[in-house]
């Protein structure tokens, strides 16, 4: 067992001195990487009422509302259109609409999630980002609090942290269902 050493009386000594913080960095970085199994962190955003996480690695980046929006033809009217993104076409979706909550008005918090997907480009239009959000595992619950959009079949449980219900929304079983494919 490894007796902890007050860095200060090593002032004089700056070899023993290096070597114990190196000892301490490596115990501080054994202690944090053991905490980061028991935490789950994701992006969060607001559609309407309903607050949401989702897992970090579903969201490829995170954009302003563009300035302009081109309109499709015959598509669904939860389709926003095509919006040019460094010289790449995005669909942007209206995620909102799409869940049957109505049309999105945008404005000045409004952004566009782009989801994290080989084969499914896709922008995910949401009323607010939240930044990211860690929970402990013993916040998470099993049993979803209503919603008012229909999301359901999105969800994969929920946290409650400090009064208040998060849903995980699984950006990955959005974009791959068969209701999402059937865009046109």
């Known amino acids: 067992m490894e007796v902890e050493v007050d860095l200060r009386t090593l002032k004089e000594r700056p070899f ?12 501080l970085a054994a202690d944090s990487l053991g905490q980061a199994s028991s ?14 996480v989702c897992p970090r690695e579903d969201v490829r980046e995170v954009l302003v509302f563009p300035d302009s929006i081109t309109r499709i033809p015959g598509a669904r009217d939860w389709i926003a259109g095509l919006s040019n993104i460094r010289g790449q076409l995005l669909p ?14 945008p404005g000045r ?33 099993d049993e979803l609090p209503p919603t008012i959009a ?7 449980g929920a946290f409650h942290q400090d009064g208040r219900d998060w849903l995980i929304f699984s950006l990955l079983r959005l974009v791959e269902s068969p209701q999402f494919l059937a865009a046109a």
């Open 16 to 27: 023993e001195l290096l070597k114990a913080m190196e000892r301490q960095g490596l115990r």
């Open 39 to 52: 935490e789950w962190s994701g992006l969060a955003f607001r559609i309407g009422e309903d607050r949401f």
């Open 92 to 105: 942007v979706i209206d995620l909102k609409a799409f869940l049957g909550g109505g049309a999105t008005r």
């Open 109 to 141: 918090g409004t952004r566009i999630v782009v989801v994290n997907h080989r084969d499914v480009p896709a922008g995910l239009m949401v009323d607010e980002l939240l930044g990211f959000r860690r929970f402990a595992d013993d916040q998470r619950r």
């Open 150 to 156: 229909s999301c359901e079949r999105y969800l994969q």
